[in-house]
């Protein structure tokens, strides 16, 4: 029994992660975030900022993989920036990080992916589509004297005058879909 556990504990730990590497892929991305609402009035006055995403995929055949990862996105605006003197002296702003952990499926159309023992290390293009589900944390700031404060304990949207524990959830579920070429 101690060589068969052992040999057991050896191909679990060792032969499977080799042996399925050719259906794991790692991704890592960059794109750009901004936040688009009321204190936003155009392009202008939106903080246009990094995205950044990091993912593994798990194929379960060549058209089918299960993806998981994380996308970090910081968004803001500022009245400073607008056109509009009234907005000017309104002066609100904020900036918020949002840190998301997704897990989803996509369907790649072409299956001429890297799979398996087909493995193919030719770059080629495909249409997809996705859908995943997510949980995406935000943290609302805005700078006051000098120092950056956090705006959900503030209460600052009207959450507080109907009940003093009404403040929103900084954890929102989140659902991307979409489609795109790879």
Known sequence: WKTLWATTAFLCIFWSPIH???????????????????????ARNRRHTPKLSA????YL???MCIVGGIHQAWVGAADSLALDPNRQRRALHFRSPITEFRVGYVYEFLADKKFGRRYNRAN???PFVMMAISAARINPQAQYQGSWVN?????????????????????QVVIPLGIGIE
Request: aromatic share 12%.
């Open 20 to 42: 399925a590497q050719r259906n794991i892929k790692v991704m890592a991305g960059t794109g750009v975030a901004w936040y688009d609402g009321d204190i936003s009035e155009s």
């Open 151 to 171: 705006l959900r304990p503030l209460g600052i949207e009207g959450q507080l005058i109907t009940s003093p524990n009404t403040l929103y959830n900084q954890w």
């Open 61 to 63: 055949n060549p058209n």
């Open 124 to 126: 080629h293009w495909t």
């Open 55 to 58: 993912e593994v995929a798990y």
